[in-house]
């Protein structure tokens, strides 16, 4: 089982390779392969991780936008088969 620490690591460096590469940060949430985390559950809170770093890397210090968040993380679990609608 993955250590949650790896987790983290590996969140920071797939976000922060999508972030310079210039995609947006559900686009990023998306592109990130998280096969290796399915047996966490809830995957599609990597939403709220990636768009908490790219306003860390862009010195954002303003709060998230939760509602504009909580719909990202509704469209990838859609996108994810896992929800109807």
């Given amino acids: 089982m993955k250590a949650v620490r ?3 690591v590996y969140v920071r460096d797939e976000t922060r390779q999508r ?3 210039g995609l947006s940060a559900f686009d990023a949430a998306v592109d990130i392969d998280m096969s290796d985390y399915d047996s966490w559950g809830d995957g599609e809170r990597i939403v709220v991780n990636v768009s908490t770093l ?3 890397f862009s010195g954002d210090d303003t709060p998230n936008d939760v509602p504009a968040i909580f719909g990202q ?3 990838l679990t859609k ?3 896992r929800l109807r609608g």
């Fill in 6 to 8: 790896d987790y983290l």
């Fill in 79 to 81: 996108r994810q088969g």
């Fill in 54 to 56: 790219y306003k860390e």
């Fill in 73 to 75: 993380m509704a469209e």
């Fill in 19 to 21: 972030y310079d590469a």
